[in-house]
């Protein structure tokens, strides 16, 4: 279980418990889960190419994880809104209850992808086989990706009473993240390329977790001496340890940050 | 048992509720009445801290409601809609509400009483609305705390669930609680309630017994009381 | 080894009339420098194990130096060790070391210098400045050696194995390592370069300038600063050879400049961040040649034409060929694309959609180099999907117009 980073406290615990049990029971979470293990299963099995099956794992975990951790946080804020209630009338702690509702629900994403991806690797013989470390990587960039947009996706639906609005919202920020984001920064590249853009680049992709997930990734499997090729700053940064640490806690600090806020804004808001 | 100073809430621009004053004494029933809109929802809301006011004071036992959630231990609340997580079974249910409040509680009598044994195992999602409302009932009165809150308490009960919940309420007030309630049931509130609390427009414009009300408005019955009092302006 | 019976003839036929004379401390002469001196043409020396610290041996008649259980020479850092200026020298089973270094002349472990018919064989060198060095030399051959330097700066640092004006000699089964180029060649032409391995040199593993007509075959070059360089030269043939794991900023498993009529078959270039670094080549041959996880399989920097690439597998690299005009002379035909996504309805093995190797990506990426941040992202393959469907900076007519269905398995080519 990832480690909770505001205070731990037995309802907040209790209603995580609860909002675990009610996702891992649901229709949602079995699509999830199934679908993860078929893909493991045809990149391996039809493939038989752990590496490939690992670039293209990292397509995916991209794109669709973010996506997903998404949606659901969206979806289940809505769908639980009177059960919310519920326990809003009860002697609860309003943060408790939010956190726990928000660990729950990105628990069990996180389950779902963890064990459906895992269970087809290690039948596979992922402990023998050299990929284990990027896989493991994969994996916990995985779940600090669906750590973070399940946040993000609270934030919204909890700011947005109007549920399509929530819902637009959230997918505008997914493909902001996920496609325009990049797009705004590849012609910044291109508009400034007379100038020096280590800083910048490096800067850029700590300031979007899909890009510094990537990053991350990619450091493992084929970007490093790619990345030299653009120069000094940007291999000294992410081909050291430096830079390792540095993105683990910048997607730290983007786990943080919308837990922190879902905290803050649940104080204030009206039921 | 609750005391509230010139309680004001809007919502955006929109004031719902505009200098409300309210002190409600240790027992009884009181029902919070008021047309569509008036800020009923509202009042309860604020008084349970679900909604923040904009300003003004709540004191719930002599003590202020602000940051402070420890005061929802003496509240039983029945919420209005009775809509439950779908995969959660009802007994799964009631024992996550009472492990959340860690107090005594009698819901196996309740269960028996409102005949709900055979949908203990049951998934809330494919119960029907009455039977939900059965739950909620059951969710609220297992507990024994000093003030009650019930949000349209009757909502989809059959007759003889409905004798069952007054006989349940009479108890309760027997016992000495603070019991409020809002309802649309004219007849509900007639034979239940000892006192009306009756808002209009974001305030209090009438407070007092039927009978007060009978009286100032004229009227024989309470049902047509309570339909002239928004038109016939009077000064309580 | 086909070399074989004309040294056997060579050795048996001078051994007719020589004699071996044994040097070593407790013997009657003590060091080499004095045996070369009372030796006749064609005698042996005999050299027992023990250190022998001299320099600058000058070899003057045709004589074979012959180590027994690798005797130590040590040169002290002073100069040159051993200077061959006769033919049919024969250098064997010596360990030498402390090479000096300076940085006006060229100080070698072993030079050969205007001669003919030597063998230089099972000789280990280490704290070297330059290796093996042959000088105007021609017919002879450089035969299971170990040269391990200890370099650490280009300009302070010497070659491996050098080759300047030579002609036919056979360089093989030798291990070079730590080195600035592993084994350099220059104005040398009719070389054969086999078995050799040369890896975690500072700069080239095998540097080629103005040679013509050579030829390098099975030889593994590994982790070194740059990877092979293969410059202003004709008729290279380059087979069978293993490129590894040159990563660096300016690193690639080949560069090619200005080389015309090169062969390049059966090659491996595996974890390169460049394969092949194509700049103003011709008429070269690329065939059955693996490209397995490289950064870029092959980069074509302009003036390339009338290349032919053909039955070549491009697996798993980021960016299998880049463009940097919107020219296209060379042909693509019938390799295996590990990204290529098409079908084969009539299952004769071939794709029935031709293939685009060049990705809008890479031509953006050549353009501006930073914009490799954003390889493999959702927007990228957004954009380089669309270029697929209408090419618009790539040149259009560069497509393989028949990929192959599966990995193209090679025959090993003699």
Known sequence: MPLPPLQLNR????????????????????????????????????????????????????????????????????????????????????????????????????????????????????????????????????????LIFTGLAFNIALSNENRIKGFGYAVLLWLFLAVIYDGMFLLSLIVFEAYPLDTFSLVASMFNPIDLSRTLILLKLDISALLGYTGAVFKQFFGTNTGLFVSIIMLFLWTLLPIWRLAYISKRKDF | MIQIENLHKKFGKNPVLSGVDLALANGGIFAVLGPNGSGKTTLIKCILGMVIPSSGVVLVGGKSIKNN???????????QIANFPGNLRVNELIRMIKD????????EKLITLFGLSAFLD???????????QKVNIVLTFMFDCPLMILDEPTNGLDPASLLRLKDLIRQEKAKGKTILITSHIMQFVEEMADEIIYLLEGRIYFRGSMQALMNMTEQKDFEHAIATIATQPTDA | MKFKPIFFILFTGAALYAKAIPVCHACEIKSIKEGIHQADDFDTLLIKKGRYKEYNIVVDKPLTLLGEDFPIIDGEDKGEIITIISDNVTIDGLFIINVGTSYTSDFAGIRVKKCKNFLIQNVVLEKLFFGIYLEKAGDGRVFHNKIIGDAVNEYSSGNGIQLWYSKNIVVDQNIVQHVRDGIYLEFSDNITIQNNSSSNNLRYGLHFMFSNDDVYTNNVFENNGAGVAVMFSKKIKMTNNVFRKNWGTASFGILLKEINDAE???????????????????????????????????????????????????????????????????????????DYTGYDLDKNGIGDIPYRPVKLFSYIVNR???????????????????????????????LDANPLMKKSVRSPIR
């Open chain 2, 100 to 107: 959340l409040r860690q107090k005594p509680s009698n819901e």
């Open chain 2, 69 to 79: 959630w420890k005061y929802r231990q003496e509240i039983d609340y029945l919420p």
């Open chain 3, 264 to 338: 390049i078959i059966g090659n491996t270039f595996e974890e390169n961040t460049v394969g092949i670094n194509v700049e103003g080549s011709n008429r070269i041959q690329y065939r059955h040649n693996d490209f397995i996880n490289n950064g870029w399989a092959i980069k074509v920097r302009g003036a390339c034409y009338n290349n032919s690439f053909i039955n070549n597998n491009f697996l798993y690299n980021s960016f299998d060929i880049s463009y940097n005009s919107k020219m296209n002379d060379n042909v693509f035909e019938n390799n295996y694309w590990s």
């Open chain 2, 122 to 132: 049951k998934k809330l999602s494919t119960l029907s609305g009455g039977t939900k």
């Open chain 1, 11 to 146: 309802p907040m615990l209790k209603i995580l418990k609860y909002s675990f049990y009610d996702l891992i029971r649901s229709r949602w979470s079995y699509v999830y889960f199934l679908f993860y293990l078929a893909l493991g299963f045809v990149l391996l099995f039809l493939n038989n190419d752990l590496s490939k099956a690992v670039i293209t794992l990292m397509n995916v975990i991209i794109v669709l994880v973010p996506l997903i951790g998404t949606i659901f946080g969206v979806m289940y804020f809505y769908n639980s809104k009177e059960f919310t209630e519920l326990l809003l009338a009860q002697p609860l702690k309003r943060s408790s209850i939010f956190l726990g509702q928000y660990l729950g629900v990105a628990g069990s994403l996180t389950l779902s992808l963890v064990l459906g991806l895992g269970l087809p690797f290690v039948l596979y013989g992922l402990f023998r086989s050299e990929a284990i470390w990027d896989f493991s990587l994969l994996l916990v960039t995985g779940a600090f990706l669906t």
């Open chain 3, 368 to 398: 501006t180099p930073e914009t490799i941040v954003l390889l493999r992202s959702l927007f990228m393959d957004i954009i380089d999907f669309s270029e697929k469907v209408s090419p618009v900076f790539t040149p259009d007519n560069l």
